[in-house]
């Protein structure tokens, strides 16, 4: 409701009532809001007292609130009520009121009258504008800019002009606004106002006029590269005195040195570093976070704005302290070793009487402390954390998820703290946020796992949120049972039959049946435990205690680890992406086949929680060795997303069911002319390359720009189609296609030469035809892989995998060290990483092995361990194939070898 907000208009001036107060009811009927019963009909009725002769300064103020009370809640108005309101509204024009003539300009802004129209107020707003009030020229300069079209600028651009350098800020301020707003229709225009904007820079009486002109002279240039850079260059040698400006100068020159990639002995760097040293509080922090922002690019830099925050941190104003934290904050994201220095004043910040401070003190320390003064900081935070908002104890949370991927033999340490934390008040937004973190260190194979299920139990025994109980259940149920004290953990989980609502009840009575399906030794006194649950009052926990009971009584073991061991559903996305094609096909004499719609195991909730936790198992994952693998929690959604952009193209839309979709290297340098990166898209028997080109000159323009491939060496491809992409402008990227058709069952491998093709249009000449040569996209393995259900246990899924296992021993003569030879095998394979991750091994490492998992084109599992050994310079690997299809493990060693 703009309007209203720039009136001040609230329900409490609308009621005459305080709007917190309860509302009182009359006749068990509430008051209605005055506002709220508006009518259009009836207020246009009261538009006569525009016409009045003797004006009614009062009412015509009450009934333009009333008409943009109906403009803001969306009435509509026709043309001839647009009309008649503006004629008559424009006749108050005669009344120099100051609060009637600003309501008379809010309104005519918000009528949007014709241009028609607009020549007839233009004269009452040029009148204005020569006025002696200050108040009326400002607000007509900026009602004027708002409603006129170019026909009528060259009228008003005299009166404009001289507003930029007025005496009065208020008027000179309303000018370059308006200015700013006329440059995103007709740049043209204002650039001709040059000499007088630089002159309002150097304004001194006030701070918001050369910051207005500032602005105004970025705009004016914002389309030359050049004549800005140059326009930086010359403002830092020369600042604006007011503050407001020098801020904006910092943001900009933050923008060229990113954008020219500056050197450290850059003016532009000198210029941050006397910001440093500025007058104005604002301006010191403003260059301090820009530094600190840009720490990648200017190290050296990074050091004096620590020092001026440390200053900061010493001031009384509490401001001033929290602004310094901030930034300090965020830079120890990125650089804690350069926030080390100022450990010693955050920790005077610990103990600071405004808790906001003290928790950003904490959580910042978190990040830049080393191991040993973990426990110290730890007990610290204990002795107030009853004393923070939940908002608060959620950061302190998050800091410590950090923590565990950087410090996993403290582990022990994080968990009691957390449990410490759990026990005291909180609400659900803190205990989530606790309960998130422990369980991402259970699923990522913490060693402290046993603690953090304790930890759990004990939470679970005096928890009023019934979602969080389920959540724990739920994981007790998965990991309790592969622990050393199994009977401890069944009796957690029965107590919460006994004792609970409902939805705590059933999820209990589930996780029961996986404690009984996987030991037989208790799976009799479990039985017994679910018998007592046939009686339940609820049928959901009546109905799964008859399921359960159902399955572990009988000896089809097969079902049992279906719906209890391994549950599964399906993605409703997949299956109802096959259904529409079922049904589009019309042949129903075969039947659906719902196998091909992708499962989705109960456990995937907990591998989501496990990227989101950023455990010590994830961060290691997301290393570099790693990085070509499949991410489980990831895939899914950007499989979806390609999903939909394929369909889109009549082209490829009865391809089917998408399988994978794999990214690759870029096929060119990243600082190349052009850009292009290859991701690979696999269906049933089409591979799609779908290229992504940018264009990194400003002053091409490339069209029909497309791939030409030659699938030679990739023998059983076949080129079926193509899409190109119309137009690839600076920093606007396009995407092209090639589509290839295979047999049916045939996994194709090579590699597709490609060229990319386009039409060159260079400083806005006619287009020329030219080329340019890009790297080979390889067509492996890892093109037919995905990620497969995810699992709650490696070693289990190895050894419950069933089918031909296949061993060879592999010599990489080419690879020099273990770490490469371990990107090179998951590039090559692109199965998800189990175990084994590589994200601490030095280059000199002589010895490695990893489990790796992931699902081919067709539906079979396939797993591998892979061992690497350096030996004389020379890598070996010995890999380990299983998988339910032999013909699968065969394709891969043939891909390996």
Same mark, same amino acid.
């Given at each position: 409701h703009r309007p209203l907000s720039r009136l001040g208009i609230s329900v409490r001036q609308c009621t005459g009532k305080d709007n917190m107060a309860p509302i009182e009811k009359k006749d068990d009927e509430e008051e209605l809001l005055p506002m709220v019963q508006l009518d259009k009909t009836s207020v246009l009725q009261e538009v006569r007292v525009f016409n009045e002769p003797q004006i009614n300064v009062s009412k015509c103020s009450e009934l333009i609130k009333k008409i943009l009370f109906l403009i803001a809640r969306g009435e509509s108005f026709t043309s001839n009520e647009v009309t008649e309101l503006f004629f008559s509204v424009t006749k108050l024009f005669q009344i120099q009121h100051e609060g009637l003539r600003r309501l008379v300009y809010l309104l005519v802004k918000e009528l949007r009258p014709s241009q028609d129209e607009v020549i007839i107020v233009t004269s009452s707003l040029t009148k204005d504008m020569t006025q002696q009030n200050d108040v009326f020229r400002a607000n007509a300069l900026r009602v004027l800019c708002r409603i006129t079209d170019a026909s009528l600028l060259q009228q008003i651009e005299r009166y404009l002009k001289q507003a930029c350098v007025d005496k009065q800020p208020m008027v000179s301020s309303a000018a370059l606004v308006s200015g700013l707003h006329l440059a995103k229709q007709n740049p043209e225009w204002v650039r001709r106002w040059g000499s007088e904007v630089q002159q309002a820079l150097s304004e001194r009486k006030s701070p918001m006029t050369p910051y207005h002109a500032l602005s105004l002279l970025f705009a004016?240039?914002?389309?030359?590269?050049? !004549?800005?850079?140059? =326009? @930086?260059?010359?403002? &830092? $040698?020369?600042?604006?005195?007011?503050?407001? !400006?020098?801020?904006? =100068? @910092?943001?900009?020159? &933050? $923008?060229?040195i990113r954008a020219t990639k500056a050197g450290q002995d850059s003016p532009l760097w000198e210029f941050l570093d006397g910001a440093l040293r500025h007058k104005s509080e604002i301006v010191v922090l403003e260059a301090a976070n820009t530094?600190?922002?840009?720490?990648?690019?200017?190290?050296?830099?990074?050091?004096?704005?620590?020092?001026?925050?440390?200053?900061?941190?010493?001031?009384?104003?509490?401001?001033?302290?929290?602004?310094?934290?901030?930034?300090?904050s965020k830079l120890a994201n990125t650089h804690p070793i350069a926030v080390s220095p100022a450990n010693l004043d955050l920790e005077s910040c610990i103990s600071d009487s405004n808790r906001a401070i003290a928790t950003l003190a904490i959580t910042t320390l978190l990040k830049t402390g080393s191991e040993a003064s973990i426990e110290r900081l730890l007990k610290q935070i204990q002795s107030f954390m009853a004393d923070i908002a939940d908002e608060f104890k959620v950061v302190v949370v998050q800091s410590i998820r950090n923590l565990c991927k950087r410090f996993p033999s403290k582990h022990n340490v994080f968990i009691l703290f957390l449990g410490n934390i759990m026990r005291e008040e909180g609400g659900f937004a803190a205990k989530e946020s606790i309960v998130d973190t422990l369980l991402g260190l259970v699923d990522g194979g913490s060693e402290a796992k046993e603690l953090a299920l304790a930890v759990l139990c004990e939470f679970i025994e005096d928890c009023e949120f019934q979602g969080l109980s389920?959540?724990?259940?739920?994981?007790?149920?998965?990991?309790?049972?592969?622990?050393?004290?199994?009977?401890?953990?069944?009796?957690?989980?029965?107590?919460?039959?006994?004792?609970?609502?409902?939805?705590?009840r059933a999820a209990a009575i589930s996780s029961l049946a996986k404690f009984a399906a996987a030991h037989a030794s208790l799976r009799e006194d479990i039985c017994d435990l679910l018998k007592r649950c046939l009686l339940d009052s609820d049928d959901e926990c009546r109905d799964r205690?008859?399921?359960?009971?159902?399955?572990?009584?009988?000896?089809?073991?097969?079902?049992?680890?279906?719906?209890?061991v391994h549950t599964s559903s399906f993605d409703e996305e997949a299956v109802e992406e096959e259904a529409l094609r079922y049904l589009q096909a019309g042949d129903f004499t075969k039947k659906f086949d719902l196998a091909r719609a992708r499962m989705v195991t109960s456990t995937s909730e907990a591998q989501k929680r496990k990227a989101a936790a950023s455990t010590s198992s994830s961060a290691a994952q997301s290393a570099s060795p790693k990085a070509a693998t499949i991410s489980s929690s990831s895939e899914g959604k950007e499989r979806s997303e390609f999903a939909a952009l394929l369909k889109s193209i009549p082209a490829f839309a009865d391809f089917g069911s998408l399988w994978s979709s794999r990214h690759q290297d870029f096929l060119t340098e990243e600082e190349a002319e052009y850009v292009v990166k290859c991701i690979r898209h696999s269906f049933d028997e089409h591979i799609v390359l779908q290229f992504n080109v940018s264009n990194t000159v400003e002053e091409f323009k490339l069209h029909n720009v497309h791939v030409r491939v030659d699938p030679s060496d990739c023998s059983g491809l076949e080129v079926v189609g193509a899409v190109p992409a119309e137009i690839v402008e600076f920093e606007r990227p396009g995407i092209c296609f090639v589509a290839f058709k295979h047999e049916a069952g045939a996994f194709p491998t090579g590699t597709v030469a490609c060229t990319l093709h386009f039409d060159l249009e260079e400083d806005g000449c006619a287009p020329t035809p030219d080329e340019y040569q890009l790297e080979d996209c390889d067509i492996g393995a890892a093109t037919y892989m995905r990620a497969g259900a995810p699992v709650a246990d490696a070693e289990t899924a190895w050894n419950s995998l069933e089918g031909r296992d296949v061993t060879n021993i592999f010599s990489l003569a080419s690879i020099k060290s273990v770490p490469a030879a371990i990107k090179a095998v998951n590039n090559a394979l692109g199965l998800?990483?189990?175990?084994?991750?590589?994200?601490?091994?030095?280059?000199?490492?002589?010895?490695?092995?990893?489990?790796?998992?992931?699902?081919?084109?067709?539906?079979?599992?396939?797993?591998?361990?892979?061992?690497?050994?350096?030996?004389?310079g020379t890598v070996a690997i010995k890999v380990c194939a299983r998988s339910n299809d032999a013909e699968a493990v065969d394709f891969l060693m043939t891909c390996i070898g």
């Open positions: 004016i240039r914002a389309g030359d590269r050049a !004549a800005g850079a140059k =326009l @930086v260059q010359q403002l &830092a $040698q020369n600042p604006p005195a007011s503050p407001m !400006a020098c801020c904006l =100068l @910092v943001r900009m020159v &933050a $923008q060229a530094l600190c922002d840009n720490a990648e690019l200017g190290v050296r830099h990074v050091g004096a704005a620590v020092s001026v925050l440390q200053l900061f941190l010493a001031s009384p104003r509490p401001t001033r302290r929290f602004s310094a934290l901030r930034v300090l389920a959540k724990v259940l739920h994981v007790l149920g998965t990991h309790g049972p592969f622990t050393n004290m199994v009977s401890k953990y069944v009796r957690h989980v029965y107590n919460r039959v006994v004792l609970e609502a409902p939805p705590v205690a008859a399921m359960y009971l159902s399955l572990l009584g009988g000896s089809d073991q097969d079902a049992t680890d279906k719906y209890i998800e990483l189990l175990a084994g991750d590589a994200s601490g091994l030095g280059v000199k490492a002589s010895l490695h092995k990893q489990l790796m998992r992931g699902e081919i084109r067709g539906g079979h599992v396939i797993m591998t361990r892979v061992w690497y050994k350096l030996d004389g």
